[in-house]
């Protein structure tokens, strides 16, 4: 493993330790996932997540969001994450609830070259005020888009934003040239 190989998953590794803190701090952490994604890891993360988010006895459409959000989330930086120079995907999951709400942070790898268009992409997502304009716009979008050379056509953020019934809150932390952390904080309200 090179030395910026390692660079990459120790600065996963502290932004992981520094979200759990702050997670820690506000609310009830629930779960949290810092490794490699694949499909028996996110078979296995389904049924930890169904568990943790029944135990707490929430309403069945909150445990139907925070479930769908959840797949969603796991599946996109499965499919889409961006890989080192060594080809290697770096990535964390976290579920915690406060009071009010329950809250899904994940994290993965992304070109630098991407950042621009995914803040477009997900700037217009926010930019809705009425569910039905969203939808609309999903509708719109799955009719005009081409899929990408790794089989998706933009939907999946779009899916999170009407699921959630809230703004998808993003940042980019840069680690070099070529690539960076993203990371999406997505809301769903129990009430």
Known sequence: MSLTANKDAEFFDLVFSKKLEYVRSIGTLLMAYDGVLNSETISRLESDIEGKILDKSLPKMVVKKVFFISIESLQNMFIHGFRDQNGAKHNFFILYITGKQVKIITANLIANAAIEKLTKHIEKINSFDNPADLKTYYL????????????????????????????LRTEFEKINEERSLFLLEVTINLE
């Not at 719109?140 to 009407?162: Q, R, V």
Request: aromatic share 4%; hydrophobic share 30%; no cysteine.
């Open 140 to 167: 719109e979008h799955l009719e005009t888009n081409e899929l990408s050379e790794k089989g998706g056509a933009g939907l999946g953020f779009i899916t999170i934003g009407m699921k959630s019934g809230n703004k």
